[in-house]
């Protein structure tokens, strides 16, 4: 049962532009969202978050919006740069007192120059 | 201040064999998870230890993984008699305290079951 889903595998835009990457989620106990950043045989590296208190975080180009009633979430990525190439993961937890996160598939976002 | 370090990088084991996996979090850092990534797939939540303590280990399989975070040394990912299905990339993340922004993550091992 997937609880956290990144619906699009690949993602390709063109420098400049904004970049848009989007997550669902199932579970209404989900109160806390994140995005990592991964590149190939490096681990994730943590990007930006957001509590279920707010609906929009921002962190220079990066910018997380919740939607609580719809459980989405996306990243905005303005301007997008040929470095962001990179998979882009969304996870979450939960108010259970679990420090484990739940993890989605991940989007690979290209930039092209 | 180093970052997770997780050794080895890549870990080839024979079907059968026991793979034992390593992770020193950073410096001041007394809370470990392990993450198993399948090819494909997201992250898969395993372990949580602290200091000789297992906290969470409601993702790990019920037979032949085990971990440990000793009071000295590095936190161990045991794993017993590997099958092909154990090939993937192993996290392991460490952080001061809970909460969830403080996980830094290691750059993996990725073990092949050959």
């Known amino acids: 049962d997937q609880q956290v889903k990144q619906n699009s595998p690949s993602l390709s835009v063109q420098e400049g532009r904004i970049s848009i990457l989007n997550c669902d989620y199932t579970n209404s106990m989900f109160d806390y969202f994140l995005w990592y950043k991964k590149y190939p045989a490096e681990g994730p590296t943590f990007l930006i978050s957001?509590?279920?208190?707010?609906d929009k975080n921002e962190d220079g180009r990066f910018t997380v919006f919740l939607n609580k009633s719809a459980k989405h979430l996306s990243l905005h990525i303005v301007p997008s740069q040929p470095g962001d190439s990179a998979v882009y993961f969304c996870a979450a937890s939960g108010t259970d007192g679990s420090e484990k996160l739940v993890f989605g598939k991940g989007t690979k976002l290209t930039v092209n120059p | 201040n180093a970052g997770v370090m997780q050794n080895p990088r890549h870990l080839v084991r024979r079907r059968g064999q026991e793979a034992r996996l390593r992770c020193s979090p950073m410096k001041g850092h007394s809370h470990v998870y392990w993450y198993r990534q399948l090819p494909e797939e997201g992250l898969k939540f395993m372990v949580y230890l602290q200091k000789e303590n297992i906290i969470d280990e409601s993702g790990m399989p019920k037979e032949r993984f085990s971990a440990e975070f000793p009071k000295e040394g590095p936190s161990i990912l045991r794993i017993q008699q590997v099958v092909r299905g154990d090939s993937a990339a192993y996290f392991c993340?460490?952080?001061?305290?809970?909460?969830?922004?403080?996980?830094?993550f290691g750059s993996g091992t990725r073990l092949t079951v050959v």
């Open positions: 957001i509590s279920s208190i707010k």
């Open positions: 993340a460490s952080s001061p305290r809970t909460g969830q922004n403080g996980y830094t």
